[in-house]
């Protein structure tokens, strides 16, 4: 937090607050919808977003980072303090996990009223194959002290939010921390990562809403507490300004269809050939695996059971199909994924005040001819 | 154009229009603004635009393409039709052009009242080193008979637009086509084209707006008129409903600041620190090389020339800086650029019914402390 005598960053953002009734998308929220990109819908049809479409939330700049000079230092309570240079991180043993991962704000245009944010309708998801080295591999080399409780991940990224300035971090538990899953990723479907993925290293913590997901990474600093840096406020689940909230940890269960047939430019509603028509999608759960996904041609009145692909390891979306004998007139097509813990995607919106982890679905509007 | 009895593709989508005064941005804007992104404005630092970055339009879905069974038809008004392989097209000449591709709607939310369509801010843009076969070249092969006047090209993209149900299409005349610029491109910065920018072949028009750089090219046919296809009534900047209007062609003069400071995550608004201050951006037009950029700290009341780089060929942006001395306060940074025909970047919209071409730029508002 900073201010001085000319300035005034506390007024300098715009304050939290939800739309009023009827009020459109503003240019605040178009400004961020440029930016930051979805996946479109059609790229549901590829296990592995394609490079350019995995969803992209960047909070400040993307930053301007040197691969030669780039180090993480780990610091802390730990045993030795270590500063990783990307020489150092290579040279250590690699690693890779397939994961979906989805901004904790997706859906957040379907919650009335609508948080003023990042206006995400239901894309903000993407799969990749992300490789490196594992975060607990790290903290064995630096030897984690008893008192620790919270590994706190910095990013490179630098900015003013709700009038607070910061670098962008998160904490994790020593716990999390310390599994196998949580990685210090140098890259993504083989490739270094693309800028705004958090070149030249990032955290991965699958199964996670991305806020975990540190970018650009330059410390890793362990503490004796909860970490309760501004994104732990800003990434609760809330019914009111005063209710302490809960945190956002894992993704809810969600399913998407891959749209049949063709679109309206504007609408993006679709145009699909009356009779058989192939029904097919992904679905994920952060919190066990996808063991159902329905599919109802009639906005949710009725619900046919569709078949599972096979699943791709723990922390990646599952393909799901079915047919649909398509009659003509309109349609709303939608689809509900059932996870193993028993978690099932709502009908109806997830209401809270910031629009986090709303995981309702939004119909597929089709004209059948 | 498409219809049988049971529906009706004409009112299906939504009717062309503008925004009621006051009107926020909807949500049919939003749904395209969420799937076509906008080069964030950090990343004009970049001369080469990173993978990802670089804008997007889609008009309908982004098609699945299988690369051993595509192929291009020549056909029409040519000596002998030819159809073209992937294997082909890559034992032909090679050919690189760096070219800067913006989108004829750049602007459009700037323009009153604003259309309702994809609602770029200022960001459609980025440059790419693009790889391929020379469109001259292929119709050497083909040979074009006499009487042919315009070359359209289809793409593999199928939907509805105003409720025309199209492939997208484009038509270029003869000599443009033959001339030495025009690629078949199969890369982007050296690797295969995204899916999102063409993937497997897509034509690339270097310094015209990137409508007539049709992706996922199917067919190249030779005709004998002028082309007038959807594509072509749509893509004209007409300022009534029955004005003939002027087609879209070459890329107006436009500036771009790479912003200064750090933002805010919601406004983008910047916080910068007081005193000399490093101004730096990029400068482009399809007319003529940029011969001049100017930057304005007080929104227009008073403007200093800013120091040109070396240019990168005649079809890619020019980096432009100066310095600043900034004092603290609230500031609107403006920039304009003038290309070697004359054209002058304007300070105001420029108003047209579907919000093409407005190349006025737009402030980055700054928080000098």
């Not at 732990?232 to 047939?261: F, N």
Request: proline share 8%; with cysteine; glycine share 10%.
């Amino acid at each position: 937090m900073s201010a001085d005598g000319a300035t005034d960053l506390g007024s300098f953002g715009l304050p939290s607050r939800t739309a009023h009734p009827g009020e459109g998308i503003t240019p605040e929220e178009l400004g961020l919808a440029a930016r930051n990109h979805a996946l479109p819908a059609e790229a549901l049809r590829w296990e592995i977003t394609p490079p350019g479409l995995h969803y992209v939330l960047t909070h400040y700049d993307i930053p301007d980072a040197d691969p030669d000079s780039w180090t993480i230092a780990v610091t802390g309570l730990v045993d030795h303090q270590v500063t990783l240079s990307l020489a150092t991180l290579a040279a250590m043993r690699q690693h890779t996990v397939r994961v979906t991962m989805e901004c904790a704000g997706n859906g957040r245009t379907g919650v009335h009223p609508r948080p003023l944010s990042q206006p995400w309708i239901t894309g903000a998801v993407g799969t990749a194959d992300w490789s490196g080295v594992r975060l607990s591999d790290v903290l064995g080399e630096a030897g984690v002290a008893a008192d620790a409780i919270d590994v706190v991940s910095c990013g490179a990224d630098h900015g003013i939010e709700r009038g607070v300035e910061q670098d962008y971090e998160r904490g994790l538990s020593v716990q999390l921390a310390l599994g196998s899953d949580v990685l210090l990723a140098t890259a993504m479907n083989g490739q270094p990562l693309p800028p705004q993925h958090g070149f030249p290293v990032r955290l991965v913590v699958p199964g996670w809403y991305g806020m975990a997901s540190v970018k650009w990474l330059r410390e890793i600093r362990l503490v004796d507490h909860e970490f309760a840096g501004y994104q732990h406020q800003a990434y609760r689940v809330k019914q009111h300004k005063d209710d302490p909230g809960m945190p956002v940890t894992q993704i809810e269960p969600r399913a998407l269809l891959s749209p049949p047939g063709f679109p309206d430019f504007m609408s993006r509603a679709r145009v699909v050939e009356a009779g058989v028509t192939d029904i097919r999608g992904r679905a994920w759960s952060g919190w066990g695996p996808v063991t159902k996904v329905e599919f109802s041609p009639d906005d949710g009145a009725t619900w046919f059971d569709c078949t599972l692909a096979a699943e791709n390891g723990p922390f990646a979306w599952r393909a799901f199909s079915t047919v649909w004998q398509a009659t003509p007139g309109q349609a709303r097509l939608r689809v509900r994924a059932t996870d193993g813990t028993g978690r099932v995607q709502p009908l109806d919106p997830v209401a809270s005040l910031g629009g986090f982890t709303n995981n309702a679905d939004a119909a597929v509007v089709a004209l059948v001819r």
